[in-house]
Nanobody, 111 residues
Framework: VQLAESGGGVVEPGGSLTLSCVTS????????MNWFRQAQGHQRETVAA????????WYKESLKGRFIITRDNAKNTVYLQMNDLKPEDSGIYYC?????WGQGTQVTVSA
């Protein structure tokens, strides 16, 4: 199983980024997927999740309306679109399913 995140970077407050997580080694279309993040000095937290069967989504309450999780089963890829980014959104963002994790991608929101 491999999960490979990309799309992180440095962005100014109010900007947007879209993260991608390309997966392999399992049946993506039947697997629920998650995005986590970990800010420096903080615990890792769940950001968003998307179901496999019906595409139902879940978001950390404070992120609703700014973050959007989607999936493309044909590409074995899950995305996280992040809008109106704030400095407190900075951290390493990880793709996850079950016990598997990607290496993470750094997001820095700074003026």
């Amino acid at each position: 199983v491999q999960l490979a995140e990309s799309g992180g970077g440095v962005v100014e407050p109010g900007g947007s980024l879209t993260l991608s997580c390309v997966t392999s080694g399992f049946t993506f279309s039947s697997t629920d997927m998650n995005w986590f993040r970990q800010a420096q000095g903080h615990q890792r937290e769940t950001v968003a999740a998307i179901g496999s069967r019906n595409g139902n989504t879940w978001y950390k309450e404070s992120l609703k309306g700014r973050f959007i999780i989607t999936r493309d089963n044909a590409k074995n890829t899950v995305y996280l679109q992040m809008n109106d980014l704030k400095p407190e959104d900075s951290g390493i963002y990880y793709c996850n399913t079950k016990k598997y994790w990607g290496q993470g991608t750094q997001v820095t929101v700074s003026a």
